[in-house]
T-cell receptor, first 113, second 112 residues
Framework: KAGVTQTPRYLIKTRGQQVTLSCSPI?????VSWYQQTPGQGLQFLFE???????NKGNFPGRFSGRQFSNSRSEMNVSTLELGDSALYLC????????????FGEGSRLTVL | QQQVKQSPQSLIVQKGGISIINCAYE??????FPWYQQFPGKGPALLIA?????SEKKEGRFTISFNKSAKQFSLHIMDSQPGDSATYFC???????????FGSGTRLLVRP
């Protein structure tokens, strides 16, 4: 079974631009969640989707948004990029609440100049 | 109440020694406590997890000890190996959610 696939793996943007990151979950997994990882703040929850519905959202400004498609693939978007948005963005998928296990992708490393 | 506090920030252990990482939580609604291992350039990978109805869980060289009354849990790595050198994160969540609250991480270095 293929793991969680995130694209692109690396990208460089400038302040004020926007970015879209993509995540393909493990086949059969219907839940996708996103996390931001930075040296200063660690791993922070962004949002969670299940069957195309956002079920939970972390404490991030409205510039951060996401969506999930009918095939469970997910995208997240960050608009009006700021220097502080430089981070590793991780996507995780899961197949059932009762197992609790989240499978993470290798992340998309965003650098904002 | 949403925080998970992790210590130490970094840890150096000799090969064959025991590595111990501690975490504490406040939210008594948490009912799933996983540990993740992350190597540079990789995403976190689930190592071992425990639920509050047991006090200890062992998988190979990795053991979680859980103290529900103290709201603390810890990871013990027995016979630590250089290949265990990585960053370890504890986390917690409610069963009804996929939202993980992570600790700040512990960078483990196992010296040969």
């Amino acid at each position: 079974k293929a793991g969680v696939t995130q694209t692109p793996r690396y990208l460089i943007k400038t302040r004020g631009q926007q970015v879209t990151l993509s995540c393909s979950p493990i086949s059969g997994h219907r839940s996708v969640s996103w996390y931001q990882q930075t040296p200063g703040q660690g791993l922070q929850f962004l949002f969670e989707y299940f069957s195309e519905t956002q079920r939970n959202k972390g404490n991030f400004p409205g510039r951060f948004s996401g969506r999930q498609f009918s095939n469970s693939r997910s995208e997240m978007n960050v608009s009006t990029l700021e220097l502080g948005d430089s981070a590793l963005y991780l996507c995780a998928s899961s197949d059932a609440l009762n197992t609790g296990e989240l499978f993470f992708g290798e992340g998309s490393r965003l650098t904002v100049l | 109440q949403q925080q998970v506090k992790q210590s130490p920030q970094s840890l150096i252990v000799q090969k064959g020694g025991i590595s111990i990482i501690n975490c504490a939580y406040e939210n008594t609604a948490f009912d799933y406590f996983p540990w993740y291992q992350q190597f540079p350039g990789k995403g976190p990978a689930l190592l071992i997890a425990i639920r509050p109805d047991v006090s200890e869980k062992k998988e190979g060289r990795f053991t979680i000890s859980f103290n529900k009354s103290a709201k603390q849990f810890s990871l013990h790595i027995m016979d630590s190996q250089p290949g265990d050198s990585a960053t370890y994160f504890c986390a917690a969540k409610k069963d009804s959610s996929y939202k993980l609250i992570f600790g700040s991480g512990t960078r483990l270095l196992v010296r040969p």
